[in-house]
């Protein structure tokens, strides 16, 4: 069994990397098992940014690691809130504060325009200087609503529609939110290309 270490200390990240990975002959670890600092996030993209955490993780703990970025992206706000999505609102905010103003910012927007979607990039690294690190990308296209909706999920969830399901994130079962979201299908394209190239055993 190969560890990989995914730059997170979030535990539910960590499950739902290994449900997806199963059977894969790997097992994810959060690298706050490992006592990994957090990186600045630096980057102008969601993929410089997956790198970015995935080399400090490597680099500290000298395992393969394993990051995503993400975020949502609106047309109508020339793709903001973007890479700083989870701090639109300012570095303390939370899931509310950014909904306000990220429909504040829309304002009357007409529903046509108010295209957005969800993006997610992974980048696994082999070792702290992989030259060569495998990045899976996704997007999840949908619309903002003028209000938010549903219970569930997090983030942007509530005001995210979803078109094929007449629902927004919020409101998903969340079996279907899995197989449909930006994380859920980069995932996919992970699993399908670790079965093709499997790790390298770790060295004696």
Known sequence: MRKIVLATGNPGKVREFNAVLTGLEVEIVPQSAFAVPEVEETGLSFVENALLKARNAARHTGLPALADDSGLVVDALEGAPGIYSARYAGPEANDRANIAKLLAELGETPAEWRGARFHCALALLRHAADPMPLICQASWEGLITFEPYGDGGFGYDPVFLVPSEAQTAAELDP????????????????????KLNPLPPPPN
């Open 175 to 194: 079996a279907v939110k899995n197989r449909l979201s930006h994380r859920g299908q980069a995932l996919a394209q992970l699993a399908q290309a670790l």
